[in-house]
């Protein structure tokens, strides 16, 4: 399995590995990392998963590389995107109402995360944090989030990952209902 050390405590000797692949963070102990013991938080690793009485929990640990920031990164990235795709839409579509603009853009980008999320799920490539993807659906584009998750089999398994997306799905709902009466 592969994860990414979200929470650390180097005086202890013990910490929790999030992956995609279960619903709640796996507990480790110092003791089952492998060559090098220097890790840190938001650390990618490869892990085999065990059970005990206690639960589930990490061990033969292998650390990666450590990772750039993903979500200054990724936010950096999207608004660049964001921006580039409403200017070439507003030259493109010069009639078209800004907020149309916007929406047709908020949902090419998060159709794009997706898509690109969805590849590095399957490689070595720098994921897309969920607050990023969560974000992008709350700025309007959760239509085109259920769209991706259906047409990429993506992010429909993790229940906290789709009670937060269901959520947000709800509200833009009850606020376009608003909106329209």
Known sequence: MRGIIVKYNKEKGYGFIRSDQTDKDIYFHISN???DRNISRKQEVKFKLKNNKKGPFAVSIIPGEKQIEPLRFFIGMIIIVLIVT???????LSETSLFSIYFIAVSLTTFFIYSYDKDASQSDK??????VMHGLEFALGAPAALVSQKLFRHKTIKKSYQ???????????????????
Do not use: C, D, G
Not at 86 to 92: E, Q, R, V
Not at 126 to 131: A, G, T, W
Not at 163 to 175: A, C, E, K, P, V
């Open 33 to 35: 990392i492998e060559n």
């Open 86 to 92: 409403m200017t070439i839409l507003k030259i493109i």
């Open 126 to 131: 720098l994921r897309v944090p969920e607050k």
């Open 163 to 181: 009670s937060r997306f269901r959520t947000i799905l709800l509200l833009q709902f009850i606020l376009l209902i608003w909106y329209f009466v």
